[in-house]
């Protein structure tokens, strides 16, 4: 986009707010989308961004640390927070809205949204409530914008499959769609949370896209044996990672892990969760969709 044509998005904090401008746009025909971030934003939450206004004529852009997510020992408190330095590189979103944690869940709140099967794996048992309070800030959400189209990252797979089912199960009214995860140049997947790695650290992070690239490209040359590529994406973590939550191999849409022994059928994905030293990291690859070179050009 011309810079000079760049947008200032609006930025409103009630959902009352929010709501009025979103009813303001479809008053004037407008399709509105919706990308949910919780800020700190990078190129990967800007390419959502993208993707939403080729889906949509307004688009808004949350920013919300949504505490029902957090674990009690995790991050929360010290989440990266820079709604200034966030707004100004929202150039192709309309309306930002980044609410308090009490406009969201004020006093009284208490109706949860309660997933199933697919939280059972991956982070599900290693971030208890987790999938619960998303999937309870997203439908929140859905409630005040009311968009047409919602557009997630893949990089959070199971977030992504756990969003599709909540669409489905409560018949709302949103296409969800999913964005191709974005990466630095030396593979490593985007996250606001790379920001608490240090120079050490984020060169050993390396470790999580060059697994996936390994376990990716044997699995183009013909390896079928879950585990096999699990160990090719495992070894090289596990040589630089403070604590592993897992490195799985699972069924791309059940996302039902796959023993060691069983054959992997067209499309598994392989995810990674693990800690570079205090900060967890997460990553993915979709075997049989997302090819090696996608990962790591050069590998
Ligand atoms: N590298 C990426 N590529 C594509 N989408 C991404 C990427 N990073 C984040 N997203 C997506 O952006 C949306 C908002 O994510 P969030 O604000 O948690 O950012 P994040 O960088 O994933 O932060 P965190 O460090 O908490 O993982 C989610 O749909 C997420 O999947
Ligand atoms: C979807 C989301 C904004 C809900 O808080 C969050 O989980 C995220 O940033 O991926
Ligand atoms: N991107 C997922 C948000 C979280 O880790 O809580």
Redesign the pocket.
Known sequence: MDPKKARRAVVVTTPAEARAACDEARKRGLRVGLV?????L?E??L??TRLARQKADFVVCSIFVNPTQFGPNEDFDRYPRDLEGDVTKLTEVDLVFAPSVQAMYPPGDETRVRVGALAEHLCGPHRPGHFEGVATVVTKLFGVVGPCTAV?????YQ?LAVLRRVVTDLFLPVDVVG?????EPDGL?????NAYLSPEERAKALSLSHGLAAAARAFEAGERRAGTLRELAYAPVAAVATSIDYVTVADADALVPFADGASVGARATLAIACRVGKTRL?DNVVLGEDLASSIIPAF
Do not use: V
């Open positions: 949910p971030t919780m800020g700190a990078h990967g939450h390419a959502l997630f990252g893949k990089k959070d977030q964005h191709p995860i974005l990466r997947a985007m996250s606001s949370r997460i």
